[in-house]
């Protein structure tokens, strides 16, 4: 099995960019390109990045996507409802269950829908990528095109159909569990409230 190499890079408004590259091959995906897009480049360390991808389109999460893309040659994608509500453009707009390859890794993209319209959680291994859908003891700052019902459902709906071991790396913060947020997270205490 080939190995799996993670790296954090802290960004402009405490966003968090993670470079995810298989450890043999080379080849890696950006998640989030937010600024300065240099910072991101400065981590890269010979890594060939195939894609640059956003969990959402607030511009903490993207603003660099196409200064790295110019930096590194990648193909950038992002979901097309986001694409429509902040009116950004990107080499491939995601579905849900879409697969981006690198190396002998694949990317699965799991729609989210709820922080934003096109909020999007990224799935490789055993490490889910969450954006600002589920933050460790929280969920990200909530906008006025944030729909909380629909995020708690995304939540309900896909991320707790991954294994509770499952490693989550948030927007913001610092990385946690499923089966930690699980216990920990006070939006889970309001669903056990709402089923007594
Ligand atoms: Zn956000
Ligand atoms: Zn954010």
Redesign the pocket.
């Known amino acids: 099995m080939a190995k799996i190499g993670i790296v954090k890079v802290k960004l402009d ?1 405490e ?1 968090n960019c993670y470079v995810i590259s298989d450890a043999s091959t080379k080849e890696a995906v950006v998640i989030d390109p937010g600024l300065p897009a240099d910072k991101i480049a400065e981590q890269l360390n010979g890594v060939t990045v195939r894609w640059i991808v956003a969990t ?1 389109c ?1 511009p ?2 993207v603003a660099g996507k196409d200064d790295l893309k110019d930096i590194t040659g990648g193909q950038t994608a992002i979901h097309g409802a986001d694409a429509k509500q902040f009116l950004r453009s990107a080499d491939r707009y995601l579905l849900d269950g879409d697969e981006l390859e690198f190396g002998e890794f694949k990317l699965t993209a799991l729609h989210t829908p709820g922080h934003t319209p096109g909020s999007i959680c990224y799935v490789v291994a055993n490490h889910a990528f969450v ?2 859908t589920i933050l460790a003891g929280g969920i ?2 909530q906008m006025p095109e944030t729909d909380l019902r629909r995020q708690m459902m995304s939540i309900g709906t896909k991320l707790l159909k991954l294994p509770l071991t499952t490693a989550l790396y948030p ?2 913060g610092p990385a946690t569990s499923l089966e930690r947020e699980l216990a920990q997270n006070p939006i889970f205490r309001g669903a056990g409230a709402g089923a007594r």
């Open positions: 408004r966003v959402h607030h903490g999460h954006g600002d990200g700052r927007g913001h």
